[in-house]
């Protein structure tokens, strides 16, 4: 199927959302091992209750339920994530057993190269733009820039 041509094929890039639920942990290590890991990309599908304290909320017209890092709909079927990204960078590790520096890559640069944007941004070099992420050694997010502007100047990014 479509999974096993894009594992398969070393040009293919492949999104994963590592949150436990879209996903079992132990197909992504087995995944992890049939391609080369700068092909993989960290993806959140992140619903709108990523961030708040919405125990659910409705999207077109259907009532969403959040249990954890997912959301499920009124018939239990999986509707989408409940993750952001600093939790899948988390998870990577946790679930996945990959270094941090590798996680933190499939976040920022791969995604960048994908895009086709590694001239402007995903990783910390001199002339590309200062989209950062501080975080603490639990990998929560203390502080964020974009475009050299911290997410505390009170401009709302």
Same mark, same amino acid.
């Given at each position: 199927?479509?999974?096993?041509?894009?594992? *398969?094929?070393?040009?293919?890039?492949?999104?994963?959302?590592?949150?436990?639920?879209?996903?079992?942990?132990?197909?992504?290590?087995?995944?992890?091992?049939?391609?080369?890991?700068?092909?993989?990309?960290?993806?959140?599908?992140?619903?709108?209750?990523?961030?708040?304290?919405?125990?659910?909320?409705?999207?077109?017209?259907?009532?969403?339920?959040?249990?954890?890092?997912?959301?499920?709909?009124?018939?239990?079927?999986?509707?989408?994530?409940?993750?952001?990204?600093?939790?899948?960078?988390?998870?990577?590790?946790?679930?996945?057993?990959? #270094?941090? #520096? *590798?996680?933190?890559?499939?976040?920022? *640069?791969? #995604?960048?190269?994908?895009?086709?944007?590694?001239?402007?941004?995903?990783?910390?070099?001199?002339?590309?733009?200062?989209?950062?992420?501080?975080?603490?050694?639990?990998?929560?997010?203390? *502080?964020?820039?974009?475009?050299?502007?911290?997410?505390?100047?009170?401009?709302?990014?």
């Amino acid at each position: 199927g479509a999974v096993g041509a894009a594992l *398969e094929d070393p040009s293919s890039w492949c999104g994963i959302i590592v949150d436990g639920e879209h996903t079992d942990p132990v197909v992504l290590r087995i995944a992890l091992r049939c391609k080369a890991h700068d092909r993989f990309m960290l993806v959140t599908d992140a619903m709108p209750s990523v961030g708040t304290d919405n125990g659910s909320f409705e999207l077109q017209g259907r009532r969403i339920t959040v249990n954890g890092y997912a959301c499920f709909d009124e018939d239990g079927r999986l509707a989408g994530s409940n993750i952001d990204m600093a939790s899948c960078v988390r998870n990577a590790v946790s679930m996945l057993g990959l #270094p941090l #520096p *590798e996680a933190v890559r499939m976040a920022s *640069e791969w #995604p960048a190269e994908f895009l086709g944007l590694t001239h402007d941004t995903g990783r910390i070099a001199p002339g590309l733009k200062a989209n950062l992420v501080l975080a603490d050694e639990k990998l929560n997010v203390l *502080e964020t820039w974009i475009d050299g502007r911290s997410s505390k100047d009170g401009d709302g990014r």
